[in-house]
């Protein structure tokens, strides 16, 4: 174990105004992270910046020779470990030190006090290429979430208002084959396409769910809030539970595998559908259930009332400045425009419900990727695990 101050210097970065910067040059790095382009450069290498005002001990990395401004230090330190320090500081609780009562800073001196373990240097760089291939394959994978989101933003708008045709191909757009479309109130749509009301498209009533759904029951009939509804996915694990006698009196609004939920209160509009997990759950005032008919596929309900022409006609809706609500009454009405053809409606429903798999599979490759890269972390600086062996083997 040895001081901070040992192996590296803190250096004050230089103002630059915000009118000096531009989109051209070396990068410029604030305490948030870079902020703009500079010709010129403080520093003539890569390495790492630090949070000195505002957000205290954010760290960061640049690959190209750069400009810190006055809010930030930057580290000037042996070239070999360079990596190995951006991910100790990375690492260590820095925001911590900050003992300012107004704007918060970094007193570098608080720093250099730090006590870190310290292997030998091949060991140092060991640890610091296992942490940037780790984090190179997070990058690599949040990218290609990215560009799943960007595919599945065309393929909703293209598959709501083209559709499929008999080859299940895209039908062409309206610009040029006008004789496959007709106008409607929603504008144009394929021949083969209906407009009508929310309504029309469920086998039960559109109903919200329990009033009050007294204390939480252990082990009895979870019940869907709006707050539940802030992810991707509904998670059964972080659920309240109302009591069975309380469920049997909304047995209405009951919901089984395949419905969707919708919020009709606070993010109005937002639907995720019901897995398996939550069948027999309930729900409470701020939600309510959609249950598909036999005429509807589900999977295509759920993307219809996702695109943005069917959240432009809830939020038209929405009621409420403190609190955003939609009434039931005002939802059942809401139009949706879809094929005829249930094969149609199941095909954009598997197409869209593909992607958006794919999303989700990413992301919890992704979760799985950053929890791994804390653990090693915690593991690899502490020195409870060593890398010994791998130095022993190149």
Known sequence: MIKLGSLLSLEYGCALPAEARSDFGFPVFGSNGEVGRHHAYIVPESGVVVGRKGSVGKIAWSEEAFWAIDTTYWVKCSSEDKRWLYWILSWLPLHRLDTSTGVPGLNRNDVYELSIFAPELGERQKIAQILDILDTVIR???????KLKAVKQGLLHDLLT??????????????????????????????????????????????????????????????????DMSGEELERETMLCTSTRIAASYKRSEVSFGDIVIAIGATVGKVLPIPLELDGANLTQGTAKISPNSATDKDFLLWAIRHQRAQNSIQLEVKGTTFAEITLAALRKIPLAAPIDLIEQTAIGQKLESID??????????????????GLMNDLLTGRVRVTPLLELS
């Open 162 to 227: 083209r559709g499929i045709d008999a080859n299940g191909e895209l039908r062409p757009p309206q610009s040029e084959a006008p004789h496959l479309y007709k106008r409607s109130l929603l504008g144009w749509i394929p021949k083969d396409w209906k407009v009508n009301s929310l309504e029309s498209y469920v086998d039960s009533d559109i109903t919200y769910g329990i009033v009050q759904a007294g204390p939480h029951v252990p082990g009895g009939i979870p019940y869907i809030r709006t707050g």
């Open 140 to 146: 690599e994978t949040e990218a290609i979430i990215a």
């Open 357 to 374: 798999y794919q999303i989700r599979t990413e992301r919890a490759s992704l979760m799985k990727l950053q929890s791994q890269k804390t």
